[in-house]
């Protein structure tokens, strides 16, 4: 099975900074590799798939980036709205669709 | 809109079953995949296992082969999960999701999901 690591586990951040979040897979995932946002008390939301392409609806400030086993979300200038918790997922093993274990975001 | 409502929170003592819908609405039932994820309090996100909603089949992580059924009713385009012998570990939020298959394949839209608690 394909493992998923992501890193920093937690993070502290202020309005404005730039976050980075990596994601890895145990094995090549070519770009199979989709970020997903939670709030507390919601249900994720799809932010990115394919490693780089912006869901519609999501604010530009988010990016991806990356192939094969290593992966990035950026986000440019962190905004209130965005604490929460990201997940990478990959999508490459169907129908195993394997998380990440997560990185919180919250408020310095 | 596409949306995926499920029912509300159970629950249920250890050994017994518990069963979560999730109605589809918004889109053509049969020509998306189903998807069951759950999260357990404070945790990750854990996925147990997919329904083609057209001819019913299914396929389940190894983690839960034995005790978890997923079964699809498509004249009320609903989907259920439904999970046996179930332990205090199984305390989680259960979330349905659709898979979408375009250039990958990701999770759009999830249920609202719903709470599920083992206790005596």
């Known amino acids: 099975d394909i493992q998923m690591t992501q890193s920093p586990s937690s993070l502290s951040a202020s309005v404005g900074d730039r976050v980075t979040i990596t994601c890895r897979a145990s094995q090549s995932i070519s770009s199979y590799l989709n970020w997903y946002q939670q709030k507390p008390g919601k249900a994720p939301k799809l932010l990115i798939y394919?490693?780089?392409s912006l869901q519609s609806g999501v604010p530009s400030r988010f990016s991806g980036s990356g192939s094969g086993t290593d992966f990035t979300l950026t986000i440019s200038s962190l905004q209130p709205e965005d604490f929460a918790t990201y997940y990478c997922q990959q999508s490459y093993s169907t129908p195993i669709f394997t998380f990440g274990p997560g990185t919180k975001v919250d408020i310095k | 809109q596409v949306q995926l409502v499920q029912s509300g929170a159970e629950v249920k003592k250890p050994g017994a079953s518990v069963k979560v819908s999730c109605k589809a609405s918004?889109?053509?039932?049969?020509?998306?995949?189903m998807h069951w994820v759950r999260q357990a309090p404070g945790q990750g996100l854990e996925w147990m296992g997919i329904i083609n909603p057209s001819g019913g089949s299914t396929s389940y992580a190894q983690k839960f082969q034995g005790r978890v059924t997923m079964t699809r009713d498509t004249s009320t385009s609903t989907v259920y999960m439904e999970l046996s012998s179930l332990r205090s570990e199984d305390t989680a939020v259960y979330y349905c999701?659709?898979?979408?298959?375009?250039?990958?394949?990701?999770?759009?839209?999830w249920g609202q999901g719903t709470l599920v608690t083992v206790s005596s």
């Open positions: 394919a490693a780089s």
């Open positions: 918004g889109y053509t039932f049969t020509s998306y995949y």
């Open positions: 999701a659709r898979e979408v298959f375009g250039v990958v394949h990701w999770f759009d839209p």
